[in-house]
């Protein structure tokens, strides 16, 4: 008899997604999906989708999907919990997104300790717009808005959003992951499971920062710049638990 | 409580909610309407609802939003410079057509202007937000129609799946009235949140909440789908007073919210002028027609305002002839007394 042993999440759609080659969403997404599967959540699961690359999420995902304004996505999530507590409620957010316009929301969410799970996908950079420059940008890096390359005199430094969250009382579990070979998406699967499980039993704010990759507007191939994740962008953004006080 | 009640205008706002099954609160401080937040967050958890205090008007509406999302019946409330920040969300609420509730105790502008009563966002209530979209606008002008009209306000936003804002101001807002509360009143609901509402998946396919139409032509087709649910409103939602018997009349007066109020003060104390008012109560819809009908008969058109003349421009157009249209206004927090009024009103006449 065969076996199969690994196929398409239910919670994905089996259509093609609107990202570019070497995008890590694509990657994040099915990770979100094969977790809620496993979690057996996928009926009861509501996602937030950002303003940006990820705006069309909702095409890609199975299961209910909600639009926010740029920025109030953790805004939106968190009172569709507060009205369904019982309900798995996520959002996803890109740095532009979560970092820069929705700096309130993000802290004041996390500061309440809302019980929902954030996946925070970090590509430093301005996506859908074609690549400006946002507060995660490294220094020296070239974007469309800092073309001389970012220097912290005239563009201040670039933004450590957990490391900024955790010392809030409400904030429960802080990871940052990447996605750049198998043995870092294995683990970043992990973080989400645990970001989502956090929810199921009540723990609280979860965050789960993904290093992304964004060849197109980083104008290097996927693979370099895969390595540029893990050389430069995780030389400033340390991998690993930032925070776990479950 | 029940029956007769001396109650304060803000407080018939939260009670109007709480009897319509409004389930979900989020507001922030701001006067001249601290009076709402600070009694729902006592009685919105006494009738098994939601507070939320925000950190922002931004974060005020985008939570009215995500509980409208998961189908609660919400509303937000705040004042002038509240309302600018809240109109994005506005936008994407009409855009998505989600219900929700929106009040504004209107006071004095522009900027940080004052505390006191004014009429000065009539603009942003019927012209709101980026996009071509419109909410339903209703101005109450006693206690009584402070609870009437926001109860009403939530089936109007469910019907339509549209924003809906009670517009008033500090005035109305602050003083009290005896009114009759209408508990057990059934909240209408045409259209079940159940039908549209994300809850989860759970035996149906997946629901989708968007405003974003990138496909060729979609975007303009959700318009054309949204003008048709906006004429329907045009048709059938229209409110405004109007006595039918003062048909011995030479001057209209027309006036909205507390302005109305002390309008009703003139006719009554200007014996020597032969006046009516009418008295828009949907700013939007606006009642153009039925003004236009009631303005032939008169001499000239009197528009008073808490503003420098912003429905008077809807005015022009019902009337159709600016010669007859007669304006008087003040504006950041001026209050128009019955005698400065009737002295305008007479010396036009003359």
């Known amino acids: 008899m065969e076996k199969l042993i690994y196929g398409m999440p239910e919670s994905l759609k089996n259509v093609s997604t609107t990202y570019c080659p070497g995008c890590s969403h694509s990657t994040v997404h099915k990770l979100i999906a094969e977790v809620i599967d496993e979690l057996k959540v996928r009926e009861k699961t509501i996602g937030v989708a950002p303003v940006g690359c990820a705006v069309f999420a909702y095409d890609f995902w199975n299961f209910d999907v909600t639009e926010a304004a740029h920025g109030r996505n953790q805004a939106v999530s968190a009172a569709i919990k507060r009205v369904l507590p019982d309900n798995v409620v996520f959002s996803y957010q890109g740095d532009g997104d979560l970092a820069s316009i929705g700096m309130a929301e993000t802290i004041h969410t996390a500061n309440r300790g809302e019980n929902i799970t954030v996946i925070f996908i970090n590509n430093t950079n301005y996506g859908m717009t074609g690549g400006q420059m946002a ?36 904030v429960k579990y802080l990871e940052r992951v990447k996605v750049t070979n198998a043995a870092s998406v294995i683990k970043a699967k992990k973080a989400i499971k645990k970001a989502f499980e956090n929810q199921i039993n009540n723990t609280g704010f979860s965050m789960i920062e993904v290093l992304g990759s964004c060849p197109a507007n980083w104008k290097k191939e996927p693979a370099e710049a895969n390595r540029w994740v893990d050389e430069k962008m995780a030389e400033f953004y340390p991998l690993g638990v930032i925070k776990d006080a479950r | 409580m029940s029956g007769k009640m001396l109650m304060k205008g803000n407080i018939a706002i939260a009670e109007g909610a709480i009897d319509a099954g409004c389930r979900f609160y989020a507001g922030y401080p701001i006067t001249p309407q601290n009076e709402i937040p600070e009694y729902m967050s006592k009685r919105m958890p006494e009738a098994g609802g939601v507070f939320m205090q925000a950190e922002s008007e931004l974060i005020s509406i985008n939570l009215v939003f ?49 505390i006191a009563p004014s009429q000065s966002d009539y603009f942003q209530a019927v012209k709101p937000g980026h996009g071509d979209f419109r909410m339903i606008t209703l101005a109450p002008s006693n206690i009584q129609e402070m609870y009437d009209f926001t109860f009403e306000a939530f089936d109007l936003a469910d019907k339509y799946r549209n924003p809906v804002m009670i517009l008033t101001d500090g005035l109305l807002g602050q003083m009290m009235e005896t009114i009759e509360l209408s508990r057990g ?29 990138m496909k060729p032509g979609a975007l303009e087709q959700h318009n054309y789908d949204l003008w048709k649910k906006y004429d329907e409103i045009k048709k059938s939602e229209l409110r405004y007073e109007f006595n039918e018997k003062e048909k011995d009349y030479d001057c209209l007066i027309v006036a909205f919210g507390s302005v109305a109020r002390t309008s009703k003060g003139v006719i009554a104390e200007g014996k020597d002028i032969k006046a009516a008012l009418f008295r828009p109560v949907t700013l ?60 305008f009103l007479r010396k036009k006449v003359k």
Request: net charge positive; hydrophobic share 35%.
């Open chain 1, 135 to 170: 507060p995660t940008s490294l220094l020296g890096q070239v974007t469309t808005t800092s073309p001389k390359g970012r220097d912290a005199q005239h563009y201040g430094y670039p933004i450590k959003m957990l490391e900024l969250l955790a010392p809030l009382e409400g």
């Open chain 2, 284 to 343: 939007w819809p606006f009642p153009y027609a039925e003004l236009r009908e009631a303005a032939k008969k008169a001499k000239k058109v009197f528009v008073f305002e808490m503003n420098m003349g912003q429905m008077v421009e809807d005015v022009r157009l019902a009337v159709q002839d600016d010669s007859k249209v007669e304006f008087y206004g003040r504006p950041g927090g001026g209050l128009p007394s019955q005698e400065e009024l009737l002295s």
């Open chain 2, 185 to 213: 009143r059934k909240p209408l609901n045409p259209r079940p949140a159940s039908e549209w509402a994300l809850t989860g998946a759970k035996g149906r396919e997946p629901r989708k909440i968007l405003s974003l139409l």
């Open chain 2, 66 to 114: 995500g509980a409208s999302v998961a189908g609660a019946r919400s509303m937000t409330t705040s004042s002038s410079p509240g309302m600018s920040l809240m109109q994005e969300g506005i936008s994407y609420m009409a855009g998505c057509e989600l219900p929700g509730v929106i009040v504004n105790v209107m006071r004095g502008g522009p900027g940080l202007g004052n």
